[in-house]
């Protein structure tokens, strides 16, 4: 990628909307090369998807909980169990395998504590192999970025 493919994803970051003649003036090109650009960072996997950043708030999940989870053993079968089974968590936005003391970090969306408590008594309770669950609550988001800003500065 060279500093004109950054300028296009930094451009689509900020507005996934535009389009190719609103991203040709934003970075100087022309809009068939800008065309032919986005299209071959989309075939290479650079651009994964597009999609709409809807407000959770919208549906009522205004609490944003990071839960560390540790399990009872790190075997290949317990790790692929308990990741087979917090896929199938409906409230688990996302799920990080950890260095560190805790094997898991998940992120769940909920709309307040008794919702957490819902989520926690019949899904993260219900887990398998799981030795500990920690839950800690956001009180504001303060950054919020697809990529750290210095690599698709202009």
Known sequence: MD??????LANLDRQGRATTVELAEAIHLSPTAVARRQKALE?????????ADIDPAAFGLRTTVVVQ???KSQSET????????VRNCD???????MSGSDDYVLMLLVRDLPDFERVHKTQLSRLPHVARIQSSF?????????????LLED
Not at 43 to 51: D, F
Not at 78 to 85: H, K, N, P
Not at 91 to 97: A, G, I, K
Not at 138 to 150: G, Q, Y
Request: glycine share 4%; proline share 2%.
């Open 3 to 8: 500093r004109l493919d950054h300028r296009l």
């Open 43 to 51: 075939e290479q996997g650079v651009i994964r998807g597009y999609a």
């Open 69 to 71: 989870i540790a399990l």
């Open 78 to 85: 317990d790790l692929a169990e308990f990741e087979q089974a």
């Open 91 to 97: 409230s688990v936005l996302r799920c990080f395998l």
């Open 138 to 150: 956001a009180l504001r988001e303060v950054v919020r970025r697809t990529l750290p800003a210095d």
